[in-house]
């Protein structure tokens, strides 16, 4: 897929794949709630597995895997290095926030609800930001996982981001905020 240019190239890339009633996710996003699931499938599958000791379970994985890789390739049909493997534990991270903030929800906790769903929603613009080739990441290299390494990483893609003047209505300002701001003005246009 080529690099998006602006907001305009952008969202005729939605239009293109719209449904029939113009108030549905794109196709796309259709899928990769799809993907969700079937990643989560996997997950469970395996945990049923080991909490019941039935291989059963586990021979379901593989078909499973199959169809999800199968579907993956409709939204990621070339990439290069991890690119694959980083997308599929976005997806993958976006599901488990927003199962935990559905949880902290009926438990009351609205505030942590709200936070994880944020959460969620943030990783999911991430897999599009890096899917949409709106992530420079050439210069990324490999750190140890903790907050302040996040935080590191989200200071230098936001270096590495530049996104036309259009979308200046939420100024946003580190790589997360842009590709938010980008993807909620896609799907805005998408619902009018």
């Not at 897929?1 to 719209?18: C, G, L, P, W």
């Not at 949880?103 to 609800?113: D, R, T, V, Y």
């Not at 210069?139 to 003047?165: G, N, R």
Request: a neutral charge; aromatic letters at 8%.
């Amino acid at each position: 897929m080529n690099k998006a240019q602006n907001v305009k190239e952008f969202v005729e890339r939605i239009d293109a794949t719209k449904k029939v009633n113009p108030k549905d996710l794109s196709s796309d996003q259709d899928l990769t709630i799809a993907i969700m699931n079937l990643i989560s499938i996997e997950e469970h599958l395996v945990f049923s597995g080991a909490k019941t000791g039935k291989t059963s379970f586990y021979d379901l994985i593989e078909e499973v895997r199959e169809t999800r890789k199968r579907l993956m390739q409709k939204i990621i049909p070339s990439y290069e290095g991890e690119v694959w493997c980083i997308s599929k534990h976005l997806l993958a991270t976006s599901m488990r926030l927003m199962e935990v903030g559905t949880k902290q929800q009926s438990l009351g906790n609205k505030q942590q609800a709200y936070d994880l769903f944020n959460k969620a929603y943030d990783m999911y613009c991430l897999f599009w930001g890096l899917n949409m080739n709106m992530l420079n990441v050439a210069d990324a290299k490999w750190i140890e996982d903790s907050v302040e390494d996040v935080k590191k990483i989200a200071d230098k893609i936001s270096e590495s981001v530049s996104l036309k003047e259009e979308v200046k209505e939420e100024k946003p300002q580190g790589a997360l905020s842009k590709m938010k701001a980008f993807v909620r003005k896609a799907v805005d246009c998408c619902i009018e």
